[in-house]
C-alpha cells in the first residue's frame, strides 16, 4: 500500500522560512515523479512544484518560483520543499503527491499524503 | 492565462440519481483530464485519468467523457459515499497542471 506522510508544517512569520518533508513507502519511490500540491478554501486546488525521478528537472508555479525549492532524496525515500519569503497567500494545506506513471511523468497524481498545514502570520 | 471552468459549483442530488458534472478548458487540451474525488478532512482521490479511463478499484458507476475542450464525469446511479467534492484537472506532463475550481454534490 502506497504511504506519504508529510511533515514540517506549522505557523511562520512573514519572510521566514520552513522546509516540508514527505516520506514515502510502499513503491519503488525512485522511479517516479512527485509533486506538492496545495489547497486553500479560496483558491481550490494549486501544484506548486514537481520533480522527476532523478532530480533532472523540476517544475514550479509561477507563484512561488525564485522562492520555493523541490529535491528529494532516493536513497531515503524522501521528498522535499524549502519554501523561503513566505508570504501570507502561501499559507494552505501542503499535499505530496506521486505521480501516476513511472519514469516519465505525468503531473497526475494516484497517490496523496494526507496534507500537512503551513499558517504564514506574523 | 490558460483556465479549467466547472460547472455548476454545488449540485443537489438524491441517491440514486444521474448527475453529470462538466469541466472547459480555455483551450484545447486532447484528453489529458483526471478527475478527482474529495471527502472532507481527506485527500483527493483520483477516478478518472485521460478523460475517460477508470482508475483502478473505482467504481464503474464512474465514467468519464470528453474531448478538445468540453468534459464531463457522470455518476450513473449516486450512492450515499458519492457525495463529496469533484475536480477535474489538466495535465501534460511538461506545464504546470491546472484544476478546476470544484464542485460539490449534496444531498438534495
Known amino acids: 500500500e502506497v504511504q506519504l506522510a508529510e511533515s514540517g508544517g506549522g505557523l511562520v512569520q512573514p519572510g521566514r522560512s520552513l522546509r516540508l518533508s514527505c516520506a514515502a513507502s510502499g513503491f519503488t519511490f525512485s522511479n517516479y515523479a512527485m509533486h506538492w500540491v496545495r489547497q486553500t478554501p479560496g483558491k481550490g486546488l494549486e501544484w506548486v512544484s514537481g520533480?522527476?525521478?532523478?532530480?533532472?528537472?523540476?517544475g514550479y508555479a509561477d507563484s512561488v518560483k525564485g522562492r520555493f525549492t523541490i529535491s528529494r532524496d532516493n536513497a531515503k525515500n524522501s521528498l522535499y520543499l524549502q519554501m523561503n519569503s513566505l508570504r501570507a497567500e502561501d499559507t494552505a494545506l501542503y499535499y505530496c503527491?506521486?505521480?501516476?506513471?513511472?519514469?516519465?511523468?505525468?503531473?497526475?497524481?494516484?497517490?496523496w499524503g494526507q496534507g500537512i498545514l503551513v499558517t504564514v502570520s506574523s | 492565462d490558460f483556465q479549467m471552468t466547472q460547472s455548476p459549483s454545488t449540485l443537489s442530488a438524491s441517491v440514486g440519481d444521474r448527475v453529470t458534472i462538466t469541466c472547459r478548458a480555455s483551450q484545447s487540451i486532447g484528453t489529458w483530464l483526471a478527475w478527482y474525488q474529495q471527502k472532507p478532512g481527506k485527500a483527493p482521490n483520483l477516478l478518472i485519468y485521460?478523460?475517460?479511463s477508470l482508475e483502478s478499484g473505482v467504481p464503474s458507476r464512474f465514467s468519464g467523457s470528453g474531448s478538445g475542450t468540453e468534459f464531463t464525469l457522470t455518476i450513473s446511479s449516486l450512492q450515499p459515499d458519492d457525495f463529496a467534492s469533484y475536480y477535474c484537472?489538466?495535465?501534460?506532463?511538461?506545464?504546470?497542471?491546472?484544476f478546476g475550481q470544484g464542485t460539490k454534490l449534496e444531498i438534495k
Open positions: 503527491a506521486k505521480d501516476a506513471v513511472a519514469a516519465t511523468g505525468t503531473f497526475y497524481f494516484d497517490s
Open positions: 520533480i522527476n525521478w532523478n532530480s533532472g528537472n523540476m
Open positions: 485521460k478523460a475517460s
Open positions: 484537472q489538466h495535465y501534460n506532463g511538461y506545464s504546470p497542471a491546472t
